[in-house]
């Protein structure tokens, strides 16, 4: 099984600054296979990024995602009121082994 | 626009069989290039992904839980299933169901479409 472990695990900021998430895989993990979701208090995740860096459906662009190999990276460039959120990386692992996602990063208001 | 709605057993009580349905709406759980999965959420702690179906009926479960989950489609009625056995305390959850995206050479788009989720409390 891939462990993925995010740091950190709370990240205190004000909106409009710059927040970046980090996602560190126990094993290489394609790039292909990495994604990331938001999710807010009583909400299901929603999806933000696929394939590392590939925005999912309607999501600004104000989010990006980079990395390769072991580690991985969030960004969100200018941090807006509706972002405060909880986020996690999900690595796939198709019929090979188990679908592992990272404990979380929480970003809160400072 | 796809839709998924899980329904089931709110309150199950130890040893019994945890027993919850996903239903698909505004698609086809047939449609091909997708798998459907099943995630838990403990309270107040991060997400568990349980195991998936495609709409062959093949199947893929986490080790940590293969012994105990059962995951079934419905083709007809365009739903899956879960079903988990012998539960405990620590099987509390919200669980959700999505559906995952899947592209040419397995490349992967992601879990892009979720229920609301659902909340299933053990407890006697």
């Known amino acids: 099984e891939i462990v993925l472990t995010q740091s950190p695990g709370t990240l205190s900021l004000s909106p409009g600054e710059r927040a970046t998430l980090s996602c560190r895989a126990s094993q290489s993990v394609s790039s292909s296979y990495l994604a990331w979701y938001q999710q807010k208090p009583g909400q299901a995740p929603r999806l933000l990024i696929y394939g590392a860096s590939s925005r999912a459906t309607g999501i600004p662009d104000r989010f990006s995602g980079s990395g390769s190999g072991t580690d991985f990276t969030l960004t969100i460039s200018r941090l807006e009121p509706e972002d405060f959120a909880v986020y996690y990386c999900?690595?796939?692992?198709?019929?090979?082994?188990?679908?592992?996602f990272g404990q979380g990063t929480k970003v809160e208001i400072k | 626009q796809l839709q998924l709605q899980e329904s089931g057993s709110g309150l199950v009580k130890p040893s019994q069989t945890l027993s919850l349905t996903c239903a698909v709406s505004g698609g086809s759980i047939s449609s091909g290039g997708y798998s459907w999965s099943w995630i838990r959420q403990p309270p107040g702690k991060g997400l568990e992904w349980i195991g998936y179906?495609?709409?062959?009926?093949?199947?893929y479960y986490n080790p940590s839980l293969k012994s105990r989950v059962t995951i079934s489609v419905d083709r007809s009625k365009n739903q899956f299933s879960l079903k988990l056995s012998s539960v405990t305390a620590a099987d509390t959850a919200v669980y959700y169901c999505a559906r995952a995206a899947l592209g040419i050479a397995g490349y992967y788009y992601g879990m892009d479409v979720w229920g609301q989720g659902t909340t299933v409390t053990v407890s006697s």
């Open positions: 179906i495609y709409h062959s009926g093949s199947t």
């Open positions: 999900q690595q796939y692992g198709s019929s090979l082994r188990p679908w592992t």
